[in-house]
């Protein structure tokens, strides 16, 4: 066909040499960006490694903030990073690696009330090795600050203007005067702060009610504390102190005992309907839920496990484990025991009480996978018992404190009370305990201590009860006596020797008076 003998023109598609000045430039610039592309790969990237986040910048953390994390731009040299990092004050803890993200887990909770600060120069990074043949680039010198929670906590007030008031007192503040959070008009008989110490859960009674017909009509209320911990799962909005809300109303039901739950989601309290006496059991408030009863299960004494999940309830028959969640274990019965007085903050163990036929009290550890032995027998009352959070001393040794009360041998029945620590150990197979007394109680049965968050401080009352009757809205202890007055006392934790010799400790009287302190988280 004549379309194959058709001559094809080549000139339109000929490359014509550059002859514009622009052109040749762009040529120029083209061969001087590859020579510095090359020269660039051939050397590396020698800018400087720095820190890409850091978890606790600028924040307050809590005994339950176990560790932060520190992320790199770049993978650094391990080594060089864990011996050039320094803490003021110093934290213990240990170093673990993924990647470019660098943990650091506190061996105990940091003290509360304290500034620290973070920096880190020198190290480098690991594209030249972690043998150190070669050095790598050093980082850009890194610092920055983050603080613990204010050291604050609870009490109620018995004299004046502060009479059955929930009040409370930050040590930390320049000024510790202590805080009024409730009004006058409310009766305080229990309370329990929420795990962020922004809110505290309060049982009370309309003082107008209260004169007349006592505490029995008490209802569940919140208030907030004006603290803002700025630390937790979420941003929260802070409230000035004092602000209040009804939880649980007493119209149809008396309220009795509540306990929170450590996550602050969840609160049990025993109930009886006020038309049908025989209808008590422990009820379950969870917020934006109405409050239900827990089907099937009437008891006394209870306690929130510390995974929020479960509850140890006493029963005639002993004690039981019952869920609270439908994804909890099934009801475990412990039959062995009569009592609950403390469980660690990691659920790995709790404290039971079982009475013995010889009218002594011994008390016993059951950890987790089931696990059971008794470190002591007393001949007298076990009132109760903390897990040291601390763990200095050791993962083999773990320290309760505790509350103790020793049968004296008079003629009429006298116990005499006293705080002490007891450090258990294990040999062999065997948990031993070695107690320790750190301070006698003269007759204050009624006494109530509190552990600090950080493990670094008891905190317990001394009351005096009343020689003769007094109003019906006047303080009370668990008794039901009327409390005339009662000191707070604050108790240091200094290191116990390990000979077994009494410690030197000496409490310091604190300038308030009221009754049944608890530590904020």
């Not at 993200?101 to 940091?110: Q, S, V």
């Not at 609270?324 to 025991?337: C, R």
């Not at 240091?492 to 400790?505: N, T």
Request: proline share 8%.
């Amino acid at each position: 066909m004549s379309i194959f003998n058709k001559k094809i023109n080549p000139s339109p598609f000929a490359i014509l040499p550059f002859k514009q000045p622009i052109d040749r430039m762009a040529i120029v610039l083209m061969l001087v960006l590859s020579v510095l592309i090359g020269l660039l790969l051939l050397s590396g990237d020698r800018t400087a490694p720095r820190v890409r986040e850091f978890t606790w910048e600028n924040k307050q953390i809590g005994a339950e903030d176990t560790g932060f994390i520190l992320t790199f731009f770049r993978p650094m040299n391990q080594s060089s990073v864990e011996e050039n990092l320094k803490l003021e004050p110093p934290l213990p803890g240990k170093f673990s690696w993924a990647g470019r993200r660098m943990a650091y887990t506190l061996t105990d909770p940091a003290p509360y009330g304290v500034t620290y600060t973070v920096k880190l120069a020198g190290a480098t990074d690991k594209y030249f090795g972690d043998n150190n043949q070669n050095k790598g680039t050093p980082m850009q010198p890194f610092s920055s600050s983050f603080r613990s929670r204010d050291r604050a906590f609870a009490y109620i007030g018995v004299q004046g203007e502060t009479e059955s008031r929930l009040m409370l007192v930050n040590l930390t503040s320049s000024d510790s005067k202590p805080i009024p959070l409730t009004p006058k008009d409310l009766v305080v008989t229990d309370f329990k702060p929420y795990p962020d110490s922004d809110r505290i859960l309060f049982s009370a009674t309309d003082r107008s009610i209260a004169r007349t017909r006592g505490t029995l009509n008490q209802e569940l209320f919140t208030v907030t504390t004006g603290l803002n911990p700025q630390s937790g799962s979420g941003t929260q909005q802070k409230y000035p102190a004092g602000r209040i809300d009804k939880i649980l109303d007493s119209k149809d039901y008396q309220n009795l005992k509540f306990d929170l739950s450590a996550d602050g989601k969840i609160i049990v309290i025993q109930r009886v309907n006020r038309r049908n006496p025989g209808d008590f059991s422990p009820w379950i408030v969870e917020e934006k839920l109405a409050p239900r009863p827990l089907e099937n299960e009437q008891g006394g004494d209870f306690m929130i496990r510390p995974d929020s999940k479960s509850m140890v309830i006493s029963q005639k028959q002993g004690l039981a484990i019952v869920p609270l969640k439908p994804e909890a274990d099934p009801v475990e019965f412990l039959p062995k025991y009569e009592q609950v007085l403390g469980m660690a903050r990691d659920n790995s163990a709790a404290a039971y009480v079982k009475y013995n036929s010889d009218f002594t009290r011994s008390l016993f550890i059951l950890d987790n996978q089931g696990a059971e032995q008794e470190i002591l027998r007393i001949p007298g009352s076990i009132i109760g018992v903390y897990f040291d959070p601390r763990q200095d001393k050791g993962s083999e040794v773990q320290r309760l404190y505790c509350l103790l009360a020793q049968r004296l041998k008079t003629e009429s029945y006298k116990e005499q009370p006293f705080i002490a620590a007891i450090d258990l150990k294990k040999e062999g197979t065997r948990l031993v305990g070695t107690i320790k007394p750190l301070l006698v109680l003269p007759n204050q049965l009624d006494t109530q201590i509190s552990l600090s968050p950080d493990g670094l401080a008891l905190i317990f009352d001394q009351s005096v009860t009343a020689a003769t009757p007094s109003a019906a809205d006047s303080p009370r202890n668990d008794s039901g006596q009327s409390i005339a007055t009662s000191r707070l006392w604050l108790l240091p934790l200094v290191e116990i020797p390990a000979d077994g010799s009494p410690a030197k400790v000496q409490p310091e009287e604190l300038p308030f008076a009221g009754y049944h302190p608890r530590w904020l988280p």
